[in-house]
């Protein structure tokens, strides 16, 4: 493994990876794994990729768990990226069809390497809020690992999601509330419960698992990536894992300075992003984010 630690995006506080870590313990932000890239290059090559599994755990050097320990896994990564021919005559446009993950979704990316995380760091119950997907494959990988899994949905999700989760075994409460009143019930009973709090970017390795999806990307466009990317967005791990993805890539030397413009799309009734780069006076694609409320002048980090 070439994980050294893990890193605080805001201030950058340095933290051992050999301890079950949630935010940064100095200013409460999230944490990135850093990975020590020339060591894994040495025996992570592009050629190489071609002759291994299609699982996302092909990228082992660049993932975090100690080599001698088996990843918790389902069979995740390795989706087809499909073209969308009959879209339009001038668009060049490709899905990548991450329904074929295990539990029909790319949680499935994160929750593989997470939970493969929390398990060898000596978790035994671990708990996400969840409108469906995350919920669904925190269960699956949870089953997997022999661990608990304590789900809290809105009791407005869609009743398959719910039932998925109860059939692999999780402990599931409905709150009446949003999935923000669903991570403040985890926030509260955590440290008596004893859970493990896998809320997204509230631990380091979700965005890991996600990272792949970015490594899976620039393979399957040999190497050469597209203009754009349109991600349906939640909180933003996805967003967060391809670009890291392809910082890493060039730090390979496996793809050159070229990046995707990345288009986090949102459900107009759930939209905290887009909201964020309207409040500081962004623009999306050429057009409004949609909010007068704007600054300009002022940038995100
Ligand atoms: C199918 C699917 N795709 C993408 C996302 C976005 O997740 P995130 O923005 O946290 O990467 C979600 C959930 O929020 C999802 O269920
Ligand atoms: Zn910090």
């Known amino acids: 493994m070439f994980l050294m630690y893990v890193e605080c995006t805001a201030?950058?506080?340095?933290?051992?990876w050999s301890q079950l870590q949630n935010l940064c313990l100095s200013c409460q932000k999230p944490l990135l794994a850093i990975v020590d890239l020339v060591a894994a290059g040495r025996t992570l090559k592009r050629d190489t990729l071609a002759t291994r599994g299609k699982t996302l755990w092909r990228y082992r050097e660049v993932l975090p768990l100690p080599g001698d320990v088996e990843p918790v896994s389902l069979g995740e990564g390795g989706t087809p990226l499909l073209r969308a021919e009959k879209f339009g005559e001038d668009i060049d446009l490709w899905v990548k069809d991450?329904?074929?993950?295990?539990?029909?979704?790319?949680?499935?990316?994160?929750?593989?390497v997470a939970v493969s995380m929390a398990k060898h760091l000596g978790a035994a119950k671990l708990a996400v809020p969840s409108a469906g997907n995350a919920g669904g494959?925190?269960?699956?990988?949870?089953?997997?690992?022999?661990?608990?899994?304590?789900?809290?949905?809105?009791?407005?999700?869609?009743?398959?999601?719910?039932?998925?989760?109860?059939?692999?075994?999780?402990?599931?409460?409905l709150i009446d509330g949003?999935?923000?009143?669903?991570?403040?019930?985890?926030?509260?009973?955590?440290?008596?419960?004893?859970?493990?709090?896998?809320?997204?970017?509230?631990?380091?390795?979700?965005?890991?698992?996600?990272?792949?999806?970015?490594?899976?990307?620039?393979?399957?466009?040999?190497?050469?990536?597209?203009?754009?990317?349109?991600?349906?967005?939640?909180?933003?791990?996805?967003?967060?894992g391809m670009w890291k993805a392809f910082e890493e890539m060039q730090a390979l030397g496996w793809i050159g300075t070229k990046?995707?413009?990345?288009?986090?799309?949102q459900a107009a009734g759930c939209a905290p992003i887009v909201r964020a780069f309207a409040?500081?006076?962004?623009?999306?694609?050429?057009?409004?984010?949609?909010?007068?409320?704007?600054r300009p002048g002022e940038r995100r980090r």
Request: charged content about 25%; proline content about 6%.
């Open 279 to 294: 409040a500081l006076g962004r623009t999306i694609g050429g057009r409004d984010a949609g909010s007068t409320s704007g």
């Open 98 to 112: 991450e329904s074929l993950n295990p539990t029909q979704s790319f949680k499935a990316r994160g929750m593989s």
């Open 11 to 16: 201030c950058g506080l340095q933290h051992p």
């Open 178 to 240: 949003l999935i923000t009143d669903c991570g403040a019930e985890i926030a509260r009973r955590k440290a008596k419960e004893g859970w493990f709090d896998m809320s997204t970017l509230k631990e380091p390795y979700r965005v890991e698992g996600k990272k792949t999806l970015g490594y899976e990307l620039a393979e399957q466009f040999n190497w050469e990536l597209p203009d754009s990317i349109l991600y349906p967005t939640g909180g933003g791990t996805g967003l967060i």
């Open 259 to 265: 990046r995707p413009r990345m288009f986090a799309v």
């Open 137 to 173: 494959a925190l269960a699956a990988y949870a089953a997997r690992a022999g661990l608990e899994a304590h789900i809290f949905m809105p009791r407005d999700t869609p009743l398959a999601n719910i039932i998925e989760c109860r059939e692999l075994g999780a402990h599931v409460t």
